[in-house]
């Protein structure tokens, strides 16, 4: 029996910040997990270093599902994205290390691949229709068969969505950027930009867009039901989903795909959605909702409803929640489409990866365990660096959903 003898935390921003637990155990073996929280690093950094490292020395590094309900139960406060993003880095490490164990990749341990890669979708964007058009056309070239395309609002002075450099990063800044926001013109300008798209390119590539949560559901329905003509992949995030009977009324309005869930950390999050089938994509992640074994847990409860997955993955999440995310993409039968943003070259002089994008999918190899590698002396050349995502607001100087 294999004992956890050792618990890092390591924390490092090559590119933007990430938080990264190691375990190593009684027979020298290694696992990483990502406990990388947007703009709340430290938060979870702290809960593992503080609270969970002290009660993972001497334990069973097999034990992989006692230890998740060890960790959730016991925590008494249960839930939340700090304690779920801290089980998750600790229940990911674990399943690193049994596939290293076993000599097989996770995707085996799972029970085997259901297809050979997981379809992702790539983030177009600009500043103009003109800069979104050539964006679009910059993926098609580069493989993507499904594309998610936002521009910004003309009057608008928010611009969620728009690259500002070779890699798309909203966060930024010691304190957050404060952007101004206008429902109507997003309303009035939003269908028009995305038939632009379909005018330009057709029908043979998936076409997706995410609203991030800024409209009331009567105003969701509203646009869900323009959109329709486009036939959308989905429409992502059009409402928060506080109340998730918010969602009924925007079914009701319109055929156009809904997705949902980035923000979710547990099945009691996501549960109403899909068992009275109100979205069709679930978003949850490896790192923000548990790992791999809570994660499962949604995915197959969405399975029952033909929900099918989309699990978010910008470039919030390490290439260790990446990896996570695509060995368990591969064996799930209602897989739909994966997130995938790439990191800032500098990200891989840190962790090094072994999956592959190959005709807009990826690929898990066939190494044991996750298939990622962490150099921690790299990762000591790139101190924290506190950055944050945007926050809304109205023209009335109120607060909004960003």
């Known amino acids: 029996m294999a004992t956890i003898t050792e618990a890092k935390v390591?924390?490092?921003?090559?590119?933007?910040?990430?938080?990264?637990?190691?375990?190593?155990?009684?027979?020298?073996?290694?696992?990483?997990?990502?406990?990388?929280?947007n703009g709340r690093e430290l938060a979870v950094a702290s809960y593992l270093r503080d609270h969970l490292v002290p009660l993972l020395i001497g334990r069973d590094a097999d034990r992989i599902e006692d230890m998740w309900q060890y960790l959730y139960k016991g925590a008494y406060w249960r839930r939340g994205p700090v304690t779920m993003t801290a089980i998750a880095a600790v229940d990911t490490a674990l399943w690193d290390i049994k596939g290293k164990v076993a000599g097989m990749p996770v995707y085996d341990l799972l029970g085997g691949k259901a297809r050979e890669g997981a379809l992702v979708y790539g983030h177009a964007s600009g500043a103009t229709v003109g800069e979104l058009l050539e964006d679009v056309a910059r993926f098609q070239e580069a493989g993507y068969r499904a594309i998610r395309a936002q521009a910004a609002v003309p009057g608008v002075a928010g611009t969620y969505g728009v690259r500002k450099g070779a890699v798309y990063e909203p966060a930024a800044g010691a304190l957050p950027e404060e952007q101004l926001w206008d429902t109507e013109k997003y309303l009035d300008f939003a269908p028009r930009y995305l038939a632009r798209v379909r005018e330009e390119f057709g029908f043979d590539f998936h076409l997706l867009h995410d609203v991030h949560h800024r409209l009331t559901p009567t105003e969701a329905g509203r646009l869900g039901a323009r959109l329709e003509e486009l036939r959308?992949?989905?429409?992502?995030?059009p409402s928060p989903a506080e109340l998730q009977e918010n969602f009924r009324q925007i079914r009701q309005a319109t055929t156009t795909p809904i997705a949902v869930g980035e923000v979710f950390n547990s099945v009691w999050d996501c549960q109403q959605l899909i068992t009275e089938r109100l979205i069709d994509y679930i978003r949850c992640s490896v790192a923000h909702a548990g790992g791999i074994t809570h994660l499962r847990r949604i995915f197959h409860l969405a399975e029952l409803y033909q929900v099918r997955t989309g699990s978010h993955g910008a470039t919030d999440l390490s290439p260790v929640s990446m990896s996570a995310a695509v060995h368990l993409d591969v064996t799930v039968p209602n897989f739909g489409i994966q997130e995938y943003m790439e990191h800032d070259p500098v990200t891989h002089e840190v962790f090094r990866p072994t999956y592959e994008l190959r005709d807009g999918a990826l690929h898990p190899s066939d190494a044991a365990g996750l298939g990622v590698e962490l150099d921690e002396e790299a990762a000591a050349r790139f101190p924290y660096d506190p950055r944050y995502l945007p926050v809304g607001r109205r023209s009335d100087g109120s607060v909004h959903d960003w």
Do not use: C, I, Q, Y
């Open 232 to 237: 959308l992949f989905w429409m992502e995030d």
């Open 10 to 37: 390591v924390v490092t921003s090559p590119g933007r910040n990430f938080v990264t637990l190691k375990l190593t155990t009684s027979d020298g073996v290694t696992g990483l997990g990502d406990a990388t929280l």
